[in-house]
């Protein structure tokens, strides 16, 4: 019985592996091997037959790929850093709130945050407009912001809960304001889970799609340009903007899985 | 001094509380107020009679085959894994580093991997059918497979998602439960049906509604594997905004698939609450 179990689970394991694994390889594999084993035969080979990196360097040269990428991290940079400057004070003040309170309070970002961006970004883009902000890096951070803001305040919330109320007396009486103490004393305390908090929201508004397809179709971030490429039959060249896009993710979310817990994804709703 | 601290407290939640409801609440009642004017005419229905002639009615069953397939898929490889997940095997720090890179990975990204996977020449599911000796398929010849690749697409990238809050959900049931019953004889299958399932059931609701929510929102995998047919809620709406001069059409197809998010939501709630 033991070893049936054994098998079973390493049968699943297998299966789920290569199941996750085959479309990060197929981009690969299109990025790394010369067209004629992918995208140009009838039937592309299964593994990899030859190594060339003549696709990234036409991507490079006739594609465009400085602008967007550099778009990218200026918008996800500024959507992590509001997430945290605006979050930050936020869950320390769930944590503090009567519980009753706390909880109509996330009530509402949830709901707010269930709210479809395409809903969202479609008046939001003729109000934009009248505010110049439409198509610039600003407009967009600030229309993400709402995929992650209350993901991040959960996420600190988690990071505050754990630490001794004690020691936010203790600054309290040497004469720290409430903000001074959160940014200087609590902040620092939970470094670990506010860095946290900002590449997850780093990571969220590098990979979003609707509200950038939508707001800045002609100043496109890299998912933007990879649809775009996509749309118009470039595969080569939108494998390379996908690898771009890719890379930093996969090292990002292998050191994010320590605070990916179900808890913070469920939006609060579980307590 | 205690109510002066409380009100404190609200100030520091009051800008990211006042942030989502301004740009979310304004802009959403903005659609559905638009949604019933035209350039000549104010609150009248025209825009959704003539969403009716492009499709409006299909859109609305595809959106529904597609969530309600994607939601089967992923609670199903969910489960499984999220069961796997509890035990302890050699490799498992990895499995889940590995199975959990779908989370991360754009849906941009996963929608080029799968219109390559499922291309009709030059695809890698076809590629495979060939080596195992079977016949290629067009994947996107009828509807059934249109639907079939979002779905396994889809689910592909948001299966890990359930199977965290499945697991933290597991994680709360007792060791004692389980157990008791083993000494009472129940085998893994029963344990599963009358431990597991009725304990999971707050975050199977939870689950369901961030999933199914999402799943109503599904956008740029069908927008790329499938384009703008068949028609879905979303990319109805992102037809009329992108390719026509009355974006008052793509707001009465926001406010329809609005309308769908809210009355699943109340659904699962009531269904979380009831019993």
């Known amino acids: 019985m033991m070893t049936l179990n054994r098998y079973i689970i390493y049968l699943v394991v297998s299966f789920a592996l290569l199941m996750v694994i085959f479309p990060i390889y197929v981009l690969f594999l299109i ?9 140009d035969s009838v039937f592309p080979l299964l593994y990899p037959g030859g190594f060339t990196l003549a696709n990234l360097i036409v991507a ?10 550099i778009r990218s991290v200026e918008t996800a940079t500024l959507v992590g850093s509001i997430a945290v400057a605006i979050g930050l004070p936020a869950a320390y003040g769930l944590n503090r709130l009567p519980r009753k309170t706390a909880n109509t309070v996330t009530a509402t970002l949830f709901l707010a945050n269930m709210l479809p961006a395409i809903v969202i970004a479609i008046p939001i883009s003729a109000e934009f407009i009248s505010f110049h902000l439409y198509g610039s890096v600003i407009g967009l951070a600030l229309a993400q912001e709402l995929v992650v803001l209350p993901l991040t305040i959960f996420l600190l919330q988690g990071a505050f809960s754990s630490i001794p109320r004690d020691i936010e007396y203790q600054a309290r009486v040497d004469g720290a304001g409430l903000l001074r103490t959160i940014f200087t004393v609590l902040a620092p305390l939970a470094k670990a889970g506010v860095a946290a ?3 997850l929201s780093w990571m969220i508004s590098w990979d979003e799609f609707t509200f950038a397809v939508i707001l800045n179709p002609a100043n496109p971030t890299l998912p933007i340009i990879i649809y775009i490429n996509l749309f118009r039959g470039n595969i080569l060249a939108s494998s390379a903007f996908a690898l771009i896009l890719t890379v930093p993710v996969i090292v990002l979310t292998a050191f994010l899985q320590r605070y990916l817990k179900g808890e913070y994804l469920t939006g609060g709703l579980s307590g | 001094m205690k109510w002066q601290e409380k009100y404190t407290t609200f100030l520091f939640i009051l800008p990211a509380l006042a942030y989502m409801v301004y740009f979310s609440f304004f802009p959403t009642i903005n659609a559905v107020y638009q949604s019933f004017q035209t350039p000549v005419s104010h609150f009248v229905p025209s825009n959704y009679e003539g969403l009716m002639g492009f499709g409006l009615p299909f859109a609305i069953f595809n959106t529904v085959v597609i969530s309600v397939g994607a939601l089967a898929l992923q609670f199903a490889l969910a489960f499984i894994v999220a069961l796997v997940l509890r035990r302890e ?5 990895i499995f889940s580093t590995v199975f959990l890179l779908p989370f991360g990975i754009a849906t941009v990204v996963a929608a080029f991997s ?11 599911a076809n590629s495979f059918l060939k080596v195992i000796g079977l ?7 009828n509807w059934w497979l249109d639907i079939f690749t979002v779905v396994v697409s889809d689910s592909w990238k948001n299966t890990p998602i359930v199977t965290l809050i499945l697991l933290a959900g597991m994680g709360t049931i007792p060791d004692d439960l389980y157990q008791a019953a083993s000494v009472d004889g129940a085998n893994a299958v029963k344990r599963f049906f009358h431990i597991t399932l009725p304990n999971l059931r707050n975050y199977v609701a939870i689950a369901l509604i961030i999933r199914g929510l999402s799943e109503f929102n599904i956008f740029a995998l069908p927008l790329i594997l499938l384009g703008y047919r068949p028609v879905l809620l979303t990319t109805l709406t992102y037809e009329f905004y992108s390719t026509t001069a009355s974006v008052y059409y793509s707001y009465a197809s926001a406010t329809v698939l609005l309308a769908f998010i809210l009355v699943f939501f109340v659904v699962v709630m009531k269904l979380r609450s009831g019993q």
């Not at chain 2, 095997?89 to 720090?93: H, Q, S, T, V």
């Not at chain 2, 799968?114 to 890698?124: C, D, E, L, Q, S």
């Not at chain 2, 016949?135 to 010849?141: D, L, M, Q």
Request: proline residues 7%; positive net charge.
């Open chain 1, 31 to 39: 990025a790394f091997t010369p067209a004629k084993y992918t995208v």
């Open chain 1, 60 to 69: 490079v040269k006739s594609f465009g790929l400085i602008g967007p990428t």
């Open chain 1, 197 to 199: 908090a900002f590449l």
């Open chain 2, 89 to 93: 095997f050699k490799g498992k720090g």
């Open chain 2, 114 to 124: 799968f219109t390559n996977i499922f291309a009709t020449t030059g695809g890698y």
């Open chain 2, 135 to 141: 016949h290629p398929i067009n994947w996107f010849s």
